[in-house]
Nanobody, 117 residues
Framework: QVQLVESGGGLVQPGGSLRLSCVASGFTFSRYGMRWYLQAPGKERELVARISAAGVFTSYADSVKGRFTISRDNAKNTVFLQMTSLKPEDTAVYYC??????????WGQGTQVTVSS
């Protein structure tokens, strides 16, 4: 059974930091590119960051460049999103996504991040 389980969300003040984690099971994690998406209330889901299967290549949305860092630990089947200098507009549900680039794509259930004073 494929599972992606996110954690690490919560309430944080503007300028603060959070580290999201996504633990994968039920598929060969090291063969999948991993992505983080966000979905703000009333808006479409958008890509935040992605990392290649081996962790060599990363890319980011312009809105988070220099503030967010995606990384992965293939030995632990886990992908991370380190978020710093958080802004109120970062408030959203954050989703983990696994994609083999050919046939298969999996989603987690999401974790809420709220940036507010």
């Amino acid at each position: 059974q494929v599972q992606l389980v996110e954690s690490g969300g919560g309430l944080v003040q503007p300028g603060g930091s959070l580290r999201l984690s996504c633990v994968a099971s039920g598929f060969t994690f090291s063969r999948y590119g991993m992505r983080w998406y966000l979905q703000a209330p009333g808006k479409e889901r958008e890509l935040v960051a992605r990392i290649s299967a081996a962790g060599v290549f990363t890319s980011y949305a312009d809105s988070v460049k220099g503030r967010f860092t995606i990384s992965r630990d293939n030995a632990k089947n886990t992908v991370f999103l380190q978020m710093t200098s958080l802004k109120p507009e970062d408030t959203a549900v954050y989703y983990c996504n696994a994609n083999d680039g050919v046939h298969y794509e999996y989603w987690g259930q999401g974790t809420q991040v709220t940036v507010s004073s």
